[in-house]
T-cell receptor, first 113, second 115 residues
Framework: TQLLEQSPQFLSIQEGENLTVYCNSS?????LQWYRQEPGEGPVLLVT?????EVKKLKRLTFQFGDARKDSSLHITAAQPGDTGLYLC?????????????FGSGTKLNVKP | GAVVSQHPSWVICKSGTSVKIECRSL??????MFWYRQFPKQSLMLMAT?????????EQGVEKDKFLINHASLTLSTLTVTSAHPEDSSFYIC???????????FGNGTRLTVT
């Protein structure tokens, strides 16, 4: 079941531009993670956010967790071709015996040199 | 650390045969492993969750008799696609987790093509 909506689905920009992608849920997150996936490979974890209102920075990437813990955003400053990939948010739901991770619909980013 | 190895990386099989995919955590013990399926240009769909030594929990709509999961040890889980059909062709990805609330570590996926 796809509980997470990501927008935009596709984004093609020029090198040096800024961008923001969004992840929204109808449910409150236990935690939320952002991943980047390149074709033919598994996703690679970028960040985990847990606390409402939390902001984390990873070089040119800024991740924000909504106060109500139902949405998150990823902002990239001065995008580079190496940022190209599929960006996925993943939500964990409260466990019974263990956490489950459900992924958003994804944002495919293409940064042109 | 936290390396997950998935094997094979790609496989082509004939319709009606079975295919086994292995997922190993190389440098940590994985209390939980997850199996995902990904169609081209789409996101990851959770198929099942498995804990070592217990039966896997399948997501709604996933046939447990078709996708057999065995979590034999804290470092190995296998997914067997039984009696494969062309519609089973997809990218299958496993992930492993050290413990509750810890992040997922993914394998590099297995591209299955059923002819």
């Amino acid at each position: 079941t796809q509980l997470l909506e990501q927008s935009p689905q596709f984004l093609s920009i020029q090198e040096g531009e800024n961008l923001t992608v969004y992840c929204n849920s109808s449910s409150v997150f236990s935690s939320l993670q952002w991943y980047r996936q390149e074709p033919g490979e598994g996703p690679v974890l970028l960040v985990t956010v847990v606390t409402g209102g939390e902001v984390k920075k990873l070089k040119r990437l800024t991740f924000q967790f909504g106060d109500a813990r139902k949405d998150s955003s990823l902002h990239i400053t001065a995008a580079q071709p190496g940022d190209t990939g599929l960006y996925l948010c993943a939500q964990t739901l409260p466990p019974r015996n263990f956490n489950k991770f459900y992924f958003g619909s994804g944002t495919k980013l293409n940064v042109k040199p | 650390g936290a390396v997950v190895s998935q094997h094979p990386s790609w496989v082509i099989c004939k319709s009606g045969t079975s295919v086994k995919i292995e997922c190993r955590s190389l440098d940590f013990q994985a209390t939980t492993m997850f199996w995902y399926r990904q169609f081209p240009k789409q996101s990851l769909m959770l198929m099942a969750t498995s804990n070592e030594g217990s039966k896997a929990t399948y997501e709604q709509g996933v046939e447990k008799d078709k996708f057999l999961i065995n979590h034999a040890s804290l470092t190995l889980s296998t997914l067997t696609v039984t009696s494969a059909h062309p519609e089973d062709s997809s990218f299958y990805i496993c992930s492993a987790q050290r413990g509750d609330n810890s992040p997922l570590h993914f394998g590099n996926g297995t591209r299955l093509t059923v002819t």
